[in-house]
């Protein structure tokens, strides 16, 4: 009974460019050009030990991780619940009752409708009124004929919970190894940019010591060393919003891994200059373009759309469970047993009871119950439809807008390289004529300025680039193409 479920195909476009939110500039060569197979790929495409250590962690620690694991396993056992229904079902009882019947109940009746004596009638009343004990045993078994596939409807309902639960969980997998690699991405770009800091601190200083002198020789004012002093105060006061930075993706990292708060600081202590690949890709060149595969192939790969689809052809499932319901059911029946008022003689072949024959339930009225039910279970099956549509349109939305921050962010790296290269020319062309007193401290001081600003914007927006990868990681439904790979310095 029922609608038989057939697989919904995703509406996808014919190409990366096809369906495209914002200015044209956005859609970067990787979705321009001829579209390939894209192979999957997994987070050790960044070429970093420590991150993948931390997913491994993830994946086992990770109490989110552990909950949509075990409503997996759930939806298994569920599963086996509803398969059991196919096989008949044996009972065995036993039981052992001390009993006393009435001396003016039902049995009265038979006696006068015999025609005893009032002596006699006397006498038997209060023998059959005698406590007693009455032993029983045996089994019974039944098995369903499942004509109109109610069971057979059940069970196929069931399979497709499982799947949708097997896809949430894949889901959740994916968020918190993208989670982790976010928040890794950002602690090594807080620590890059409090290295620097540091750096700039310790020149700033010696600048300021000869600046100091100069002032004392003569050579310039005291307004010199007062503007220095200024500049090293504020970048002095940038170190406590970067360490608070560092602290809180340190936070987020343990708590994904299922570890309290400083049990991984040794692990995601700022590398020293030349250890941690990926950390010292942040400060080589930008990271790659993305090599995608074909669009359909994105469909299938996302597992929220799995888990969509799985969810509608659970309730398509169900609304022959529901149609079922509104027919006959036959069930084949047989019981054997014992049965004796005593002890002595209860396995004794002539106590022995028995009953073997079909017996149907027909439904004749129930105030239009199990029709509502049919309408219930097809409102939900069109509710399902409606997710499946919304969850593939969200996804094409997801994936575009990464697609486009990404780019954004490359095409702006691209452009904050070479304002940082400007500004260092600029900063030395400063200081020579600083030096040779053809103009005063303020417009090298303006220049030290525009430079360190250019780096801390550069820094950033590299970091931003990593995170935008895991973001499109994420959207593609956790497939890198190995062309997005980090490749290590070298």
Not at 269 to 280: I, L, N, Y
Not at 287 to 298: E, K, Q, T
Not at 363 to 381: K, M
Not at 458 to 469: D, E, F, K, N, P
């Amino acid at each position: 009974m029922g609608p038989d479920h057939r697989p919904t195909e995703a509406q996808t476009p014919a190409d990366w460019s096809a369906w495209h939110g914002g200015s044209q500039t956005l859609l970067g060569t990787e979705r321009t050009a001829a579209p390939t197979a894209a192979a999957s790929g997994d987070w050790r495409a960044f070429h970093d030990p420590l991150l993948d250590r931390l997913q491994a962690r993830a994946l086992e620690a990770n109490h989110d991780l552990q909950t949509a694991a075990l409503r997996f396993a759930q939806s298994r056992v569920q599963r086996t619940v509803a398969a059991a229904l196919q096989a008949p079902q044996l009972n065995a009882s036993g039981s052992v009752n001390r009993q006393r019947q009435s001396e003016t109940g039902a049995a009265t009746r038979m006696i006068d409708a015999l025609g005893s004596s009032v002596s006699n009638r006397d006498q038997l009343i209060r023998t059959l009124s005698e406590p007693y004990n009455l032993y029983q045993a045996g089994f019974d078994a039944s098995w369903e004929i499942d004509l109109w596939g109610r069971v057979r409807r059940s069970i196929e309902a069931a399979d497709a919970d499982a799947g949708a639960s097997a896809a949430l969980l894949q889901q959740a997998q994916l968020s918190v190894q993208a989670e982790v690699a976010r928040n890794y991405f950002e602690l090594r770009g807080a620590q890059l940019e409090l290295r620097l800091a540091r750096a700039d601190i310790s020149a700033a200083a010696e600048s300021l010591e000869l600046v100091q002198a100069r002032a004392d020789g003569g050579l310039v004012t005291d307004l010199d060393p007062t503007r220095q002093r200024t500049q090293l105060a504020e970048l002095r006061a940038r170190i406590p919003m970067l360490l608070q930075q560092e602290a809180q993706a340190m936070n987020q990292i343990t708590l994904l891994t299922g570890a309290q708060p400083g049990a991984l600081n040794a692990d995601l202590a700022q590398p020293s200059d030349g250890a941690g690949e990926t950390f010292e890709a942040l400060r080589g060149p930008p990271l790659p373009d993305l090599a995608l595969g074909l669009p359909s192939d994105v469909a299938r790969r996302r597992p929220d759309i799995a888990a969509a689809e799985a969810q509608l052809h659970a309730a398509t499932a169900r609304i022959g469970v529901a149609a079922a319901d509104l027919y006959p059911r036959v069930t084949l029946g047989a019981g054997f047993g014992y049965e004796s008022a005593g002890s002595e003689r209860f396995g004794e072949w002539g106590s022995r009871q028995w009953h073997i024959g079909p017996s149907i339930s027909l439904p004749i009225f129930d105030n239009g119950r199990r029709r509502s039910t049919v309408t219930l279970r097809e409102l939900q099956q069109q509710e399902a439809a409606v997710a499946f549509q919304q969850t593939v349109l969200k996804a094409w939305h997801e994936i575009d807008s990464a697609l486009s921050a990404y780019t954004a962010e490359r095409q702006r790296h691209a452009e904050l390289v070479e304002r940082e290269r400007n500004s260092r020319d600029a900063l030395t062309l400063a200081h020579a004529r600083y030096a040779n007193g053809l103009t005063d401290f303020g417009v090298e001081l303006d220049a030290r300025r525009a430079l360190l600003q250019a780096r801390r914007d550069r820094v950033q927006s590299t970091s931003r680039m990593a995170v935008g990868l895991v973001a499109v990681y994420k959207t593609l439904g956790g497939a890198m193409p190995p062309a997005a790979a980090v490749a290590p310095p070298g």
